[in-house]
């Protein structure tokens, strides 16, 4: 299994990091998680087109976890040879926001029909929207749902994928620890969580800002997950601030105060296998 992070970001513009998004391949499934800003750049980059992927999990509706969905959507369908569904997994209204974006994108959706004679079907996107609990199989991956706690944002969702060869990652999404959270990640090869530098943020006087404190994760909180429930990897994302050049080393050993494991983190495409 190869976890890729596509998207560092966070909702903050960042000229180097791509918004909140990760790849995982497993020997016949490829899965996007999340879809933030620049996502298809970085998917790109990791070698993979839109038809190419299994299926695309949203963990929560938050607008930097979406940005770019209807970019996925336009160009799985235009770079698909016939109908071919691109399936979606996510909370409770993932329908509505699909639905808002096949709307916004009636105009290009009719020039291209126009133009292609080949072309003859509009975007095929099937929608499931799953609870924590839900089990489901993306070829011989498996895909756990569980809980999270990034209220008053809600409902969100992680997500667990475990591949044949008995690999697994937890992709934690944005939120607080958890009951649910700990319960997902029990014994996984890696913990990927959303985090922030609490440290840091309290030190901005911007009460917009602040606000984010009290629903993610602090890099400590991460850490202190990733042991409780004895995973083995724990890698961060989705840097508030963005992690800048040289600062690893000081957000590593933030997590490394709290977890014994290997930590991962960085820039934009880093990558691991397990
Ligand atoms: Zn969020
Ligand atoms: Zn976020």
Redesign the pocket.
């Known amino acids: 299994m190869k976890i890729t992070l596509l998207g560092t970001g966070s909702p903050i513009p960042d000229p180097n990091r791509a918004g909140p998004s990760t790849l995982v391949q497993s020997s016949d499934a490829s899965v996007l998680v999340d879809c933030g800003r620049g996502v298809l750049l970085r998917l790109t980059a990791a070698g993979l087109l839109p038809p190419m992927l299994s299926a695309v999990l949203i963990t929560?509706l938050?607008s930097?976890?979406v940005t770019d969905l209807n970019d996925v959507i336009t160009t799985h369908w235009v770079m698909s040879p016939e109908p071919t569904p691109l399936k979606l997994y996510g909370p409770p209204r993932l329908q509505e926001v699909v639905d808002g974006l096949l709307a916004m994108l009636a105009p290009d959706i009719g020039y291209r029909l126009a133009h292609h004679a080949d072309l003859t079907w509009s975007p095929v996107v099937e929608v499931t929207e799953v609870a924590p609990g839900d089990e489901f199989a993306l070829g011989s991956t498996r895909v756990k749902v569980g809980a999270t706690d990034?209220r008053p944002?809600e409902p969100?969702v992680a997500y667990r994928l475990e591949d044949a060869e008995g690999a697994s990652v937890v992709l934690g999404?944005?939120?607080v620890p958890c009951d649910g959270l700990d319960a997902l990640c029990q014994g996984a090869g890696a913990y990927v969580q959303?985090v922030l530098r609490e440290d840091i943020v309290r030190m901005v006087p911007n009460a917009r800002f602040q606000d984010i404190l009290d629903?993610?994760s602090s890099v400590e909180d991460a850490a202190r997950t990733a042991t409780r429930a004895g995973v083995g990897t724990l890698v961060l994302t989705h840097y508030i601030p963005g992690l800048a050049p040289g600062q690893e080393p000081e957000w590593r050993a933030k997590a490394a105060e709290h977890f014994d494991g290997p930590i991962v983190l960085g820039d934009d495409l880093t990558a691991l296998e397990l």
């Open positions: 929560h938050h930097d976890h990034h944002v969100t999404g944005d939120g959303t629903y993610h």
